[in-house]
């Protein structure tokens, strides 16, 4: 039987009670270091632990076999913003007003209220450190170490934003590198971000290192694969299968070069490392874009190819080495499911993540704690997943219908319109056989689970202001 909406709805508004299927607590007392990497663009078809053939991956490949790969895991928005912004705080990025890829022309970002991973992690005693890309607000309020980070090293926003992108013009200012809270670097060049990712690597080292004496979250935020696509010279046509190879590559060797310091201080059994990317591929850029494998379109849109992402989980002895996980997962997840290991408390106000440990734990018979899950774009409810079955409502998306751009020039978008759907994820992952005809009653039980959320988080596309809804933060 369905849960009621009422049910529905108060689940949702009271955030999650961690049960009694976490860690034990002495277990839990043995805090673990936290090491989430994520990259930018990367696809669920560009590992080869994916089926990716198009990319060389032996260290994610490893990662992979050490630990639990996810085949349904989901970020909140396929959109760079808004996807970090349901990483770190647990929430759908439009509870808490985080849309689109806030630029350096924006004056939103994380508001202070919101309780970051970093946050919750620190108030336990943990070093945290953010490295890579930000993206959740330019101005010192939201910048990571106003957020419970203690270091922090990076771009504030997208690599693309700056005025010698060839489709920019003049219409972004110059590329900032910030350390703590200081530029550094007021006009970063091609020239320095064909070293983005081996400063990442170098940065991520030197805190491992720092810190191995305590616990610690590191977040390593890779601005690759995003467009313009930049790498080192020891990484420039190593593979031979193109520029985009050649950067997956350098990030793979990124990976390894973490693991590799882990062991070396002895942590491995004491980290939990998580990598997963911030949403699908940017299609339109043909050769210089990722690929979604079998899943329909990708980044911007509410198909599986834009919010179901890669996901590599480990911790040796604790999360079982060689297994896949099948069940819905999701970024959201990660803070929850983390409070519970460390005996943090969750935020005062409503969540959306769930406590994922007897996935990653390998309990027998565990399932998703997610009855239902949403796709927004923006504030608008594009579609819904309950079990097996997808619900696209009306709504329309960008396609790539005609020839992708290459060698970093976009092309072959147009804009289509979904009229409605049902898919049947399990059968159909692609989601190309539409089967609303044919399944009615699951039909009417996706429109009905559908009306609560609406009443909590909103949905522009009904004119409805979730009663669950909670401002960004403004610079004035």
Known sequence: MPVSPSLFAATLLAGLTLGTLSLRASEAAQTPN?????????????????GGQHVVTPHLDRLATQGMRFTDFYVAQAVCGASRAALLTGCYPNRIGIQGAPGPMATYGIHQRELLLSELLKHKGYATAAIGKWHLGHHVQFLPQQHGFDQYFGLP???????????????????????GD??????????????????????????IKGHQEQPFFLYLAHSMPHVPLHTSNDFRGTTGLGMYADVIAEIDDSVGQVLAT?????????????????????????????????????????????????CLM??????????????LAATIDI???????????????????????????????????HETYLYYWGHELQAIRSGRWKLHFKHTYRSLTGTPGRDGKAGGYSEQTLSGALYDLEADVGESRNVK???????????????PARIELGDSARKITGAGFREPGQHE
């Not at 489709?167 to 910030?178: H, R, S, W, Y």
């Open 262 to 310: 882990l062991q070396e201080c002895g942590l491995d059994e004491k980290t939990l490392v998580i990598f997963s990317t911030d949403n699908g591929p940017w299609l339109s850029y043909g050769n210089h874009a990722g690929s979604a494998g079998p899943l329909r379109e990708g980044k911007g849109t509410t198909f599986e190819g834009g919010v179901r992402v890669p």
């Open 314 to 327: 480990r911790w040796p002895g604790r999360i079982p080495s060689g297994t896949v996980c099948r069940e």
């Open 182 to 207: 200081r530029v550094i670097n007021p006009k970063v060049t091609s020239e320095d971000q064909n070293m983005l990712t081996r400063w990442y690597t170098e940065h991520a080292i030197e805190f």
């Open 157 to 179: 926003y997208s690599n693309d934003m700056w005025p010698f992108h060839p489709e920019a013009g003049t219409k972004f200012p110059d590329l900032p590198l910030i350390e």
């Open 335 to 369: 803070l929850p499911t983390i409070a519970g290991l460390v005996g943090a408390e969750l935020p005062p106000h409503p969540i959306d993540g769930r406590d994922i440990w007897p996935l990653m734990s390998g309990l027998p018979d565990a399932k998703t704690p």
């Open 34 to 50: 936290v090491v989430v990497i994520f990259t930018d663009d990367q696809g669920y078809g560009d590992l080869g632990c994916y």
């Open 437 to 451: 005809a044919k399944y009615p009653d699951v039909m009417g039980r996706l429109h009905w689970l559908a009306e």
